[in-house]
């Protein structure tokens, strides 16, 4: 690995992983005292608009992200401050506009995005909504800030401030019940709009210390030269419009997920618990992987250098094979323990568990694809080529819709389901990790239209080994935990969780190093 990419590592692993403990316990928080009842499920259709622009439009490796990175990254600090401050103060005031459309409209969004939801449901999903719209504005400079930061090698900052948000919801979720005697499960109407102000005040508390942090660092330039700097203005609007719907893709299929699975009672709630499960190892190394290459991937295209370009991506897309596997293999074989442990308290009862690991299992599956594809499309951005990422992101939505209907029986209203499958939330979900194996597909193969050379099948090869390797260490591990697996406590789930994660390392690093597909030596370095 180049020296940058080690540099950095340690420290955008250490920011995100802080943040990632800070979401895990929120999520506890949560699960103990909403379960998968009404209210968290409301509160997850309510989050589906604002969360899209928190997560895709102002998140890490989200589209404000990669422009400004790309285009601020060879600037000075006064030239960047200026560029920077014009896009803020544009793209704030549209997604004010945005912000006022969709409050004023919250109840007619709700009823399009979860058709098939309880009217309580909704008249809560609508309530919450309402609080959340500030949210909207508050994104675009969020995601600029991102950028910005990054552009000039803070990622600290920028990897740990997602951490607020969670802190504000625990403080909240923690008030509620010092302050209240009342039970939470029977009285959801006292908590509705809990989670949403909880939401509201930490994305507040973010936007001032990214305030704070781009004016210490001199890239708030208010200044009279509104003129100058045009063509870097229109590069970061240009790279904007068609990487919002790649990058979000994941995202944008939310809308279509959640509007089939509203068909399903406490699907919404247990999509995200599962979700959550996955994306809190998934976000560290999509951060440690791929965000301190972005800088690289600009820096090597700006000197047309793709001999570089091409040996630092395809030792990206061998790392993410090798990390992510692991995380499948890790995922399936202790599914039953990491729900019981996570989550099995308060309000979250043992078919809140049954629900949960079987979702658990179905997202494990995709996890590869997942990461290869926003390692693929954030390389594409760097190059400044969003062209393909952008239309096979309408294609994946199409994709996504048809999938969706299809494996959830293919549903009519005249004529019933017209598919034998009907895997019920499990298709949904399974949906998605065909939609970005087959866009990985594309987008592996159309690299060489840009001079860019990717051994595809070695790649391939080494994906098939580090399969093979996972599937032998998942089933030496699961013969040995099912016949152990008798106490119910959580100290005997967490001593099977940390032997068991110990030993599925172990094994599996050491087959892979026997197969030739490992490149790491950590006792070595250390």
């Known amino acids: 690995m180049h020296s940058y990419f080690k540099n950095n590592v340690a420290s955008i692993s250490f920011a995100t992983s802080l943040s990632k403990v800070a979401g895990f316990i929120r999520q506890i928080f949560i699960a103990a005292a909403f379960g998968i009842g009404i209210t968290y499920d409301a509160y997850n259709y309510a989050y589906i608009i604002p969360g899209f622009l928190l997560i895709i439009i102002g998140g890490i490796n989200g589209p404000l992200h990669n422009a400004v990175v790309a285009v601020l990254t060879p600037l000075k600090s006064r030239e960047g401050g200026l560029v920077l401050t014009k896009v803020i103060i544009k793209l704030s005031l549209l997604f004010f506009i945005l912000g006022v459309v969709v409050y004023f409209n919250s109840g007619f969004l709700i009823n399009f995005i979860a058709p098939n939801l309880s009217d ?6 609508t ?35 997602p951490a607020l948000t969670s802190l504000t919801t625990i403080l909240f979720i923690s008030a509620s019940w010092i302050f209240s005697h009342q039970n939470t499960n029977s009285n959801y109407l006292f908590y509705s709009g809990l989670l949403a102000k909880a939401t509201l005040t930490g994305t507040c508390i973010q936007f001032a210390v990214q ?39 994941g995202q944008i299929n939310v809308f279509v997920d959640m509007f089939f699975a509203s068909s399903f009672q406490g699907a919404a709630s247990g999509l995200a618990y599962g979700n959550f499960l996955i994306q809190a190892p998934l976000g560290v190394l999509s951060n440690a992987l791929i965000l301190p290459l972005l800088p690289k991937f600009s820096e090597f295209n700006s000197k047309q250098d793709n001999r570089n370009l091409e040996k630092s991506l395809i030792s990206g897309i061998e790392y993410c094979f090798l990390t992510t596997i ?31 690991k079987n979702i658990l299992i179905a997202y ?79 987008l ?20 098939v080994l580090i399969s093979l390797a996972c599937s032998i260490t998942s089933t030496i591990c699961y013969s040995v935990i099912k016949d152990i697996n008798v106490l119910n406590s959580n100290v005997w789930e967490l001593f ?31």
């Open 120 to 125: 309580e449901a909704k008249s809560i999903a």
């Open 127 to 161: 309530y919450q909504l309402k609080i959340l719209t500030p949210c909207i504005p508050l994104s675009a400079f969020i995601g600029l800030s991102f950028g910005a930061l990054n552009s000039r090698n803070k990622f600290f900052i920028s990897s740990i401030s």
């Open 211 to 249: 305030c704070w942090e781009i004016n210490k660092i001199g890239l708030f330039r208010f200044n009279s030269a509104w003129h100058l700097f045009k063509n870097e203005e229109k590069r970061i609007f240009k790279l904007i419009a068609p990487a919002t719907i790649s990058s979000g893709l």
């Open 326 to 356: 692991f995380l499948t293999g890790f995922f399936i074989t202790f599914n039953n323990q990491l729900v019981q442990f996570i989550f099995q308290r308060g309000a979250f009862n043992s078919e809140a568990v049954f629900l949960v």
């Open 364 to 442: 494990a599956v995709g996890i590869p694809f997942y990461l290869y594809r926003d390692l693929l499309v954030r390389a594409y951005y760097a190059i400044e080529n969003p062209k393909l990422p952008f239309q096979l992101s309408f294609a994946g939505i199409i994709l996504n819709v048809f999938f969706d209907w299809f494996l959830v029986g293919a549903p009519t209203i005249n004529y019933g389901n017209l598919s034998p499958y009907n895997f019920g939330v499990i298709g949904i979900i399974l949906s998605s990790g065909i939609v970005n194996l087959i866009i990985c597909i594309f």
């Open 444 to 463: 592996t193969t159309n690299f060489n239209t840009y001079g860019i050379k990717i051994p595809k099948i070695i790649l391939l090869k080494k994906f």
């Open 496 to 526: 099977i969780l940390v032997m068991g994660l110990l030993a599925f390392l172990i094994i599996y690093f050491s087959i892979t190093k026997i197969f030739g597909v490992n490149k790491l030596n950590p006792l070595i370095k250390i």
